[in-house]
Every structure is written in C-alpha cells, then in structure tokens.
C-alpha cells in the first residue's frame, strides 16, 4: 500500500494542524510557517505531507494529488468541490460576515456593490434575500473597499472583529460559521480505505 498524502495549507491552520499531528505522535520536522520545503516524507508514518496554497488544498484532494487535507470549511463552501468530509476538527473558528462601515450615510442605490473574496457564498446569500447586487470580487485588501466607494458593504472572513473595527467596520450579518475540516478523495477513501479510516479514527479520539 503507498503512503497517504496529505495537503496541509500554509495559511491560518497551519500551526494548528501541526499540533494536532504532534497529538497523533506525527512530528514532521521542519514543516513550519518559514519552510521552503514544499514536501515532507516520512515514512516511519507512511505518510507524505505537501505544504500549498490554503486556497489549492480543496484542488489537490478533489484530483487525487492528496489523498487527503485539512481546509477551511469557507473554502469548501465557496469552491463546492467534490470532497467527502468526515471530520470538523474545531480549530480555525471564524465566520463569513456582512459588514458595513460605522458610519453608513444614506446612500441610495438600486443595486449594492459587495466587494468579497467569496462570489459564490455572497450570491447565494443574497440570491436567497431576493435583493440584486453587484459583486467585485478582490484577493485581498477587501476591507479597504468601502472606504475608497468600491463598494458600500463587504463579505469577508472575520475571526475576532479586530480588523473591521481598525477598518471603520461594523458587521451586519453573520452568514455563516467556519472551521478547519479534514477533507478525504472519494477514490482514496475506497482505494485506501483501511489507511484512511484509521487516520479519522485517531483524529476522532483526540
């Protein structure tokens, strides 16, 4: 049987999704926030780790690259990818909020602009409200938005408020709560069955 493999982001997660290896008595050394390394083979474990992108490790596991990962669950909800999910580990809490500037004015327009790093999740909730608006989707930066009128109010990932508030940003609505998940390749979970059940397993117990 080959070596699972397993898509860690180099985001947010990363450090708690190290410490939960370290609890599974997995210690990979070297794999940190500062690596270069973008590989990590530890066969004692039969277990091989890649360090990508947060936003690829849904696109590693979905194609069979990874076996399997460790995503945020505001990612899953946004890229929709066909991923079975049989873990929410806990960590990585935040949310997807509306938010608005403090001081809103009264601005009158037939159709809002929200500026976000998530298009789908920001549709669907507006699509279910009924309400038109007009999406620009940003990479980064997406606080900055209303303040220089790209947009009169955001969609953004928020975990303690902390960079709104410094923004002038005031949350409207909380869409939806998030957290770190651990994602399985539906071939994987067939083809490599007794590896990966008993890694959920062991995660399940600690």
């Given amino acids: 049987m080959s070596d699972l493999v397993l898509a860690l982001s180099k985001g947010r997660l990363l450090h708690p999704s190290i410490a939960l290896l370290n609890k599974l008595g997995i210690e990979p050394a070297g794999l940190s926030s500062d690596s270069r390394l973008l590989t990590f083979d530890l066969p004692k474990f039969n277990l091989k780790i890649l360090l990508v992108r947060a936003t690829d490790v849904p696109t590693y596991v979905e194609y069979g690259a990874a076996d399997i990962g460790i995503a945020g669950s505001d990612l899953l909800l946004e890229q929709m990818r066909d991923v079975y999910e049989p873990v929410d580990l806990m960590f990585g809490q935040c949310a997807i909020v509306l938010a608005q500037p403090i001081q809103n004015g009264n601005r009158s327009c037939l159709k809002l602009r929200i500026a976000t790093k998530y ?3 920001t549709e669907s909730y507006f699509s279910k409200k009924g309400m038109p ?62 590896a990966i059940q008993k890694m959920i397993e062991a995660i399940k117990a600690v």
């Avoid at 940003?138 to 009169?152: D, I």
């Avoid at 002038?168 to 709560?177: M, N, P, T």
């Fill in 119 to 121: 298009p789908n999740i």
């Fill in 133 to 194: 608006i007009e999406i620009v989707k940003l990479y980064g930066s997406v606080e900055l938005a209303p303040s220089v009128g790209l947009a009169e109010q955001i969609v953004d990932l928020s975990s303690s408020g902390e960079t709104l508030r410094i923004n002038q940003l005031a949350v409207v609505e909380e869409i939806v709560r998030c957290s770190a998940r651990l994602i399985v390749n539906r071939a994987s979970l067939k083809l490599k069955y007794p």
